[in-house]
């Protein structure tokens, strides 16, 4: 599963998948965290705020961090953002996360992925505060998904799972495939779907034959990061199909293109319901992050406000 699988001719367009706009979800979510971001500090004269920690100077990270910066603001929360060079130390970045646990104007804490090499993530996702950890990634939160104990919910595969429901509501009964099997993604996303009453698979690199596997998925959610590796005869007829993966393509023309981890011009003739890429899966994910800041700053200050609480 490391290498896309070799072109196979797409089927003849017997179905039209129906497009899943995450991209107008997205938005709306957005303009209701708003005004429930306004209801909040109406009520604790408190505005939430979200910490966002990048280490080097990858330019795609870049570019992400920055969009979410910018949708901060517009849902009317306070955004703090951190860039720091290459060179900083382990020690130096876990200070930086403990400065931001005791500062109480902070709701949220997101160490943006992947760290420069020398860096451990596992121990700086550790460090954040669960109460604080927004990209639900930490011990903590994973353990209590695990239980089925409320927590906080890595933001993309919560952002899938919202999508789903909303186009299919009940899940439950349904078999769900998932290919990929990542902390930030695959093993989160089939732990959600467990919980909503699907029978759940997940194919990984060690998978024998992913292709069969995914085609017995009414659900299918991709995760991969390998561009177009799951072809159109990888999908059961009518599936709904998250994409979840993004790569970026050079052209014959030589321009350059955003691909998903399914080959989309063959997945739409067999699928039932499909998210596009871009537009799909990505708008979800920082809509989620907002979501997760404003219920942490719930918790927290709320927490607080009761008599004998504690920030």
């Given at each position: 599963m490391t290498e896309p699988v070799s072109a196979v001719p797409a089927?003849?367009?017997?179905?039209?998948?129906?497009?899943?706009?995450?991209?107008?979800?997205?938005?709306?979510?957005?303009?209701?965290?708003?005004?429930?971001?306004?209801?909040?500090h109406d009520r604790y004269r408190v505005t939430p705020g979200l910490a966002v920690v990048l280490?080097?100077?990858?330019?795609?990270?870049?570019?992400?961090?920055?969009?979410?910066a910018l949708q901060t603001?517009?849902?009317?929360?306070?955004?703090?953002?951190?860039?720091?060079?290459?060179?900083?130390?382990?020690?130096?970045?876990?200070?930086?996360?403990?400065?931001?646990?005791?500062?109480?104007?902070?709701?949220?804490?997101?160490?943006?992925?992947?760290?420069?090499?020398?860096?451990d993530p596992v121990a700086v996702t550790n460090a954040i505060r669960p109460e604080k950890d927004v990209d639900g990634l930490g011990e903590v939160n994973a353990?209590?998904?695990?239980?089925?104990?409320?927590?906080?919910?890595?933001?993309?595969?919560?952002?899938?799972?919202?999508?789903?429901?909303?186009?299919?509501?009940?899940?439950?009964?349904?078999?769900?495939?998932?290919?990929?099997?990542?902390?930030?993604?695959?093993?989160?996303?089939?732990?959600?779907?467990?919980?909503?009453?699907?029978?759940?698979?997940?194919?990984?690199?060690?998978?024998?034959?992913p292709a069969a596997l995914a085609r017995q998925g009414d659900i299918l959610v991709v995760a991969t990061g390998v561009g177009a590796l799951v072809r159109g005869d990888w999908i059961k007829p009518g599936a709904t199909v998250i994409d979840v993966g993004i790569t970026r393509v050079t052209l014959p023309s030589g321009k350059t293109r955003l691909i998903g981890d399914v080959a989309f011009d063959e997945a739409v003739a067999r699928a039932g319901r499909i998210t596009p890429v871009p537009g799909g899966v990505g708008p979800m994910t920082i809509a989620c992050l907002l979501n997760n800041t404003l219920a942490a700053a719930r918790r927290i200050v709320g927490a607080a406000a009761e008599p004998g609480g504690t920030p």
């Open positions: 089927p003849a367009p017997s179905m039209s998948a129906r497009l899943i706009d995450g991209k107008a979800f997205a938005a709306a979510m957005t303009q209701r965290i708003a005004a429930e971001v306004h209801a909040f280490v080097g100077n990858d330019p795609a990270s870049e570019v992400y961090v920055r969009n979410k603001h517009r849902a009317g929360m306070r955004s703090f953002m951190h860039m720091l060079p290459a060179t900083t130390s382990q020690a130096e970045l876990l200070a930086l996360v403990r400065r931001l646990n005791d500062d109480p104007e902070i709701h949220g804490i997101l160490v943006q992925l992947p760290l420069p090499a020398g860096l353990g209590r998904l695990a239980l089925g104990q409320p927590g906080i919910v890595p933001c993309t595969p919560l952002g899938c799972l919202m999508l789903l429901k909303s186009e299919l509501g009940d899940l439950r009964g349904l078999h769900a495939v998932v290919i990929g099997a990542s902390n930030l993604v695959g093993k989160p996303m089939a732990q959600l779907l467990l919980a909503e009453g699907c029978t759940v698979s997940v194919g990984h690199i060690d998978t024998r034959d």
